[in-house]
């Protein structure tokens, strides 16, 4: 049974960092792509940001570029997007998710198979 958990969201004031973590089990394939997708009230869910298993590919979305930094642990099966400067527009739940195939419509939800709960991000002003 495959399994993504994440940790890490919480409340921070604007300008503040926090680590989002998501620990995957269970996948029944060695090769894939993580990414992490946000969605704020009332709007659609949104690319953030992506890795390899690899880590030899990255990707980011263009309001988080120089902001935020995914990267993982293969040992620990986990990755991570680490959240800098956090702004208010910035407030959403984080979602983590699998695709099972790493290719260049990473940046697309249908592209991913399996799904966290997600986590709160809130930044106040």
């Known amino acids: 049974q495959v399994q993504l958990v994440e940790s890490g969201g919480g409340l921070v004031q604007a300008g503040g960092s926090l680590r989002l973590s998501c620990a995957v089990s269970?996948?029944?394939?060695?090769?894939?792509?993580m990414g992490w997708f946000r969605q704020a009230p009332g709007k659609e869910r949104e690319f953030v940001a992506t890795i390899s298993v690899s880590g030899s590919i990255t990707d980011y979305a263009d309001f988080v570029k120089g902001r935020f930094t995914v990267s993982g642990d293969n040992a620990k099966n986990t990755v991570y997007l680490q959240m800098n400067s956090l702004k208010p527009e910035d407030t959403a739940v984080y979602y983590c998710?699998?695709?099972?195939?790493?290719?260049?419509?990473?940046?697309?939800?249908?592209?991913?198979?399996?799904w966290g709960q997600g986590t709160q991000v809130t930044v106040s002003s």
């Open positions: 998710a699998v695709a099972q195939f790493v290719s260049r419509r990473l940046r697309y939800p249908p592209e991913y198979t399996y």
């Open positions: 269970g996948l029944p394939f060695s090769s894939y792509a």
